[in-house]
């Protein structure tokens, strides 16, 4: 376990978690939305900023949208959002589509929005440390822009990382997307 990371993890979930509200990412998300079909996306939790409001506009403006299914070993499996009402209890209490389409579903999308604890300037993503988004990102097809959903204050100058962190493109904030470089070992 890297301990720098759990350091960096805690940190950000305690300031997270001082929020008085947790704020969407519609409007942001609206202004900069590319022509794009089918958007992986996960249903928030907590003061995570909150999706629930860009999963229902995705949905009624007719684009599809592939929600995430936590497997026992915590991969992700993939699966069509029929609608929020429609959603199942999944592990860990988790909001998840009913149907799996496998966890190569995720290489249908044509954008990837994940979730973060943080993320860096150089495109490093902090997650909750349990490795289920770095094996999926390793899945998306090349040239598919991935994006992490965090607040402004979780854009940070450098993060901790390993070998097996998957970098993200941009990161989604409730004000707004802000590019992130790639790493120099992606871009070979």
């Known amino acids: 376990m890297n301990l720098a990371k759990a350091v960096a993890r805690q940190q950000f979930l305690e300031a997270r978690g001082a929020r008085h509200h947790a704020e969407g990412l519609l409007a942001s998300a609206q202004q900069v939305l590319a022509d794009v079909y089918r958007v992986a996306l996960y249903v928030s939790m907590g003061p995570e900023p909150q999706t629930g409001a860009l999963i229902d506009w995705l949905l009624a ?3 599809e949208v592939l929600l995430p299914i936590l497997y026992a070993d915590n ?3 993939w699966g069509v959002a029929p609608g929020a009402a429609d959603l199942v209890p999944g592990r860990l209490g988790l909001s998840e589509p009913p149907i799996d389409l496998g966890s190569d579903a995720i290489a249908t999308a044509d954008l990837v929005i994940c979730p973060a604890v ?3 300037y150089d495109g490093v993503r902090l ?3 349990g490795g289920s988004y770095d094996r999926a990102l ?3 097809r090349p040239g598919t822009p991935v994006w992490a959903a ?3 204050t979780e854009v940070v100058d450098t993060l901790p990382s390993d070998s097996h962190d998957r970098p993200v493109d941009a990161a989604l904030t409730p004000n707004r997307l802000i590019p992130l470089r790639r790493s120099v070992d992606d871009s070979c």
């Open 75 to 77: 991969d992700l499996g």
């Open 150 to 152: 965090v607040y402004d």
């Open 118 to 120: 943080a993320v860096a």
């Open 127 to 129: 997650g909750r440390g």
């Open 138 to 140: 390793a899945r998306v």
């Open 61 to 63: 403006t007719d684009h």
